[in-house]
């Protein structure tokens, strides 16, 4: 397998600010892959790393084996859809998406041709001769998407793509991009802070945190079994067992994840790890329930299925749940 | 009926505001009206007739072909050098962070701020100082340092329209720097430049306080009307150019503001 993109050591620096510290990370061609964090966590200045807009204060950047840094976007095989879609508002749509053919000099006919076939094929045929100003948000983000893939770049960068859509259109574009993605065989790589689009969408996940890598792989192993506190936090909504708990568990490790669905409220069977307390707080969320535990000072959210009955306020109550939906963490 | 009525002005204001128009605008017309007066050494009024025998005679005087294509000259390539300087400062300040930014776009503005008086000595002694001898560049010079600002002003604020990304993205499109600047910036500030260019021109083709500072043996246009006012010689042929000077300023001025009041179609559509 071809390693699309390659991270080695790479630091950016910003005055004292170290935006991005040193980031290992490789890509494999094909792949769909997201970086996931919060605001300011570095995500997306490693997406400008790649596509030349920044260049590193440290490290090398490989992209299809060549050495990325020092080469201006311009000479880079990839291309970005930008968070604001960027497009050019002088320009009718079709030569905003014959844009980057038009500047590498390729014959008006052809490029003409080349632009309606990308607009077809994000579904906006026919949409050549308006302005940027006269299509709404999710149509511009369509045709952000052909200006960029109608010139074949090897990866394609994606900044919070869906960010600026409503709930529904996100919904559908995820998809969307999805099967994009599987039939043209480019590599996707996606910013977001939104853990939900990228556990649905990735292949593989990069979660970040001030300028590092927490933890990087499958969806299910970064859902499952966060490598850090900040991840289990920040994907989805792991309960953190505190060193005190850890060690009432007969547990090495100082901190420990457990996902809310992975406990139940009933005396442990043979094996399974058991705490008490008493019920906190209790919300009702559809398909379940989400009850708040207080054990020892510590809280411990529990996903109860619907159909079971819901305990009392302050009433007393046994936690149970497997030895291997425990996971050890490192401190950080 | 009641909201026609509170729409409408009191009497009093608009006898206010008619007046205050007139008493802006009927001096120009009076400087139409005395071109075709036969009366050429004192400005009778009523005039005592009507003629266009001035038009022929200022067509035929080499001093005001003289004056005419000084200003001309000086104006465009005053004008010229305005806008080659005034965009790239433009670009400068608005689209990248450095020490002293603020300084600079304060500096820049300021020789329109300061009266002409004292730009005109300022440059006056600093040419003396640095022997450079008055002549046609020293009023281009002169000229330049205001039309810089018309220019500046007008492109700074069309760059700061431009999103950042929109660079970005003609760069990571594959369109080198020239590239970029030919495709996706100049269509962006070209009509701010044009407007820019146009108040420049007007600016320096009726300017006097600098012009007499800078100025060697030459007379521009404004400063040979002024000459011939002292002389009472075929009167009515100042007021012929005077005619022609209204009109080379005013239409540029005229087109400057319609390029201007579209703006926001232009930079701002989709953002």
């Known amino acids: ?332 | 009926m009641r909201s026609e009525k509170t729409n409408r002005a009191p009497l009093g204001l608009k006898i206010a505001a008619a007046a205050g128009l007139a008493f802006m605008h009927l001096p120009i017309l009076l400087i139409f009206l005395y071109a075709f007066t036969t009366e050429e050494k004192t400005y009778q009024f009523p005039p005592p007739g009507l003629t266009t025998q001035w038009f022929a005679v200022a067509w035929n005087r080499p001093d005001v072909w003289a004056a005419l294509t000084l200003s001309v000259k000086v104006a465009a390539i005053a004008t010229a050098a305005a806008l080659v300087l005034g965009t790239l400062c433009a670009a400068a300040v608005s689209q990248t962070r450095f020490f002293g930014r603020e300084t600079v776009s304060l500096l820049v503005i300021l020789p329109i701020a300061l009266p002409g008086i004292i730009t005109g000595i300022a440059l006056r002694s600093a040419f003396s100082m640095a022997d450079i001898p008055f002549s046609f560049w020293t009023i281009v010079l002169g000229h330049a340092t205001f039309c810089i600002v018309v220019v500046y002003n007008n492109a700074v604020a069309r760059f700061r329209r431009i999103s950042g990304s929109l660079i970005e993205a003609s760069l990571d499109l594959g369109a080198d720097g020239f590239q970029t600047f030919r495709y996706v910036i100049l269509p962006n500030i070209g009509t701010a430049l044009l407007a820019g260019g146009m108040l420049a021109f007007a600016l320096s083709f009726d300017e006097v306080i600098v012009t007499t500072f800078t100025a060697g043996q030459q007379s521009t246009l404004p400063i040979w009307m002024l000459e011939e006012l002292i002389r009472p010689r075929q009167r009515p042929v100042t007021n012929v150019v005077a005619m022609i000077v209204v009109i080379v300023t005013f239409l540029p001025i005229l087109g400057a503001y319609y390029l201007t009041r579209d703006g926001d179609q232009i930079a701002g559509a989709g953002k």
Do not use: W
Request: aromatic share 6%.
């Open chain 1, 1 to 332: 397998m071809t390693t699309a993109v390659l991270f080695d050591n790479v630091s950016r620096h910003f005055g004292a600010v170290r935006a991005v510290d040193r980031v290992n990370l490789s890509i494999t061609e094909g792949e769909f892959f997201a970086m996931l964090g919060p605001s300011g966590s570095g995500k997306t200045t490693c997406l400008r790393l790649m596509a030349g807009f920044e260049q590193p204060s440290a490290g090398h950047i490989e992209i299809f084996g060549e050495t990325a840094e020092g080469v201006p976007p311009y000479r880079r095989s990839v291309n970005t859809v930008f968070q604001d879609y960027a497009l050019f508002p002088h320009l009718s749509i079709l030569d905003n998406v014959a844009y980057g053919l038009m500047v590498k000099g390729i014959g008006r006919e052809e490029r003409r041709k080349a632009a309606g076939d990308a607009l077809a094929m994000v579904k906006l045929p026919g949409y050549g001769a308006r302005r940027p100003g006269q299509l709404s948000g999710g149509q511009r983000q369509r045709v952000a998407l052909a200006r960029a893939l109608v010139n074949k770049p090897k990866v394609l960068l994606l900044d919070e793509p869906l960010g600026a859509l409503d709930l529904k259109l996100r919904e559908q574009m995820q998809e969307e991009l999805k099967s994009l993605q599987k039939s043209l065989g480019i590599t996707f790589v996606f910013v977001t802070h939104d853990q939900g689009e990228a556990l649905s969408m990735a292949d593989r996940i990069a979660v970040f945190n001030e300028g590092r890598i927490q933890q990087l792989g499958r969806p299910e192993d970064v859902y499952n079994r966060p490598k850090t506190r900040f991840v289990a936090d920040f994907v989805g909504s792991s309960n953190v067992l505190s060193s005190k708990l850890c060690q009432k568990l007969g547990l090495t490790a100082s901190y420990a994840s457990l996902r809310p669905e992975a406990v139940a409220i009933a005396p442990a069977s043979d094996g399974a790890l058991s705490l008490s307390g008493t019920v906190a707080g209790r919300s009702f969320l559809g398909a379940t329930n989400r009850i708040v535990v207080d054990v020892e000072g510590s809280r411990i959210a529990v996903a109860s299925p619907a159909a079971q009955a819901v305990p009392e306020i302050g009433s007393p109550v046994t936690l149970s749940f497997a030895t291997r939906d425990l996971h050890p963490m490192e401190d950080a």
